[in-house]
């Protein structure tokens, strides 16, 4: 049977022994031909590059709005932000630092 699409263009792609197994694995599962299953798997990339909900940098946005909105002692996280980024920083300081070794006398 000979498939006539609207438009294309005909490439060349090398793949590696695996990759030409994938293939013909894909053709025969799908049972679709090989260019098929290359434009559906290009399709599948770009929907998952292109979904906010597998972007990670997007991942994180709502992650706050899971929890409450506030801190037991009702401070609002959202506005008080900096000040609980500098609490933590400060707090990793004095993690940091070692036991001042002073100088002992040795009489």
């Known amino acids: ?15 590696r022994p695996a990759e030409r197994n994938r293939l013909e694995r894909l053709t025969a599962t799908l049972g679709a031909s090989k260019s098929d ?7 599948a990339l770009e929907r998952q590059l ?3 909900d597998q972007h990670p940098a ?3 946005v ?3 709005a899971a929890g409450p909105a506030s801190t037991p002692d009702g401070s609002d996280v959202a506005r008080n932000h900096d ?6 920083e400060l707090a990793s300081w004095s993690k ?10 040795s009489e």
């Open 1 to 15: 049977m000979i498939r006539h699409h609207d438009t294309g263009t005909k490439i060349q792609v090398y793949l």
């Open 37 to 43: 299953v290359v434009r559906q798997g290009l399709e």
């Open 50 to 52: 292109t979904d906010p």
């Open 58 to 60: 997007l991942g994180i």
């Open 62 to 64: 709502g992650i706050v």
């Open 83 to 88: 000040d609980y980024l500098a609490a933590d």
């Open 96 to 105: 940091r630092r070692r036991p001042s070794s002073q100088p002992h006398d």
